[in-house]
């Protein structure tokens, strides 16, 4: 892995066309700004992990049977605390 | 862009029911996962409503099980964010067709993944698996309600 010390408002250039600006360093949490065209996905690693598992589990093959739903019973979004 | 259609999706729904092979849709990104894989048919099949089939067309027997979420799953709203709506093009929520990744679980249960809905242009048929500004507050499996 290349590594690269920056400081507080410095940028590294990827390809020429993606920006990444250290924007504010706090403690230890560093705000990370990027520019990056709409066709390069960005993401936190912990979510695009996260779905990338949820997609890998429901891919199906063949012609699974499909569940019947209760549709008397909406449950709601799980909203955490 | 906060997307909370009740409208169900019933055009696609009906030309993936009838056309002879479904819809086709367009995910120039892919899935999370499945970055390489562009092309979809959007299948409806007869009895298995409120079920879509999201099935690759170079490989018809691999596929996601979707589902439209906001009757089966209350206060769901995603919060899509301004690039992700510039990218599909939507003007206004209704362009946007939400459905959702099902994973059948076995033992007859199912889950829903919330946190990355696919969103759909319903007149372009381009799509995206985005990360809603609010997926913090949802889950990659939450329990559709099954009938026992």
Redesign the interface.
Known sequence: MLILTRKAGESIVIDGRIVITISRIEGDVVKVGIDAP??V?V?RRE??D?????????????Q?A??????S????????P | MAIQSMQTAELVEKQAATANEGVVIHL??G????EQVHWYNLWALPG?A??LWLRRRDDC?????LISPF???????PDVHQ?DV??LKLNSPSDALVLN????QGN???TV????PLIINRHTRIGK?V?PRN??????????????
């Not at chain 1, 499909?66 to 549709?71: A, F, Y």
């Open positions: 709409a066709a996905p993401h979510v695009y996260e779905i990338q598992t949820s997609n890998e589990a429901a891919l199906t093959t063949g699974p499909v569940p019947k739903l209760d549709r019973a909406a449950s709601p979004a799980a909203t955490p | 120039p990104l899935l999370l996962g499945f298995e409120p079920f027997s691999l596929g996601f099980l009757e089966h799953v209350s206060h769901y709203r690039d510039a990218y990744i099902v994973t059948l007859g249960k199912a993944n919330l946190k990355g698996q990360v997926a913090a507050d949802y889950s990659v499996q939450h329990p559709l309600p099954v009938a026992t």
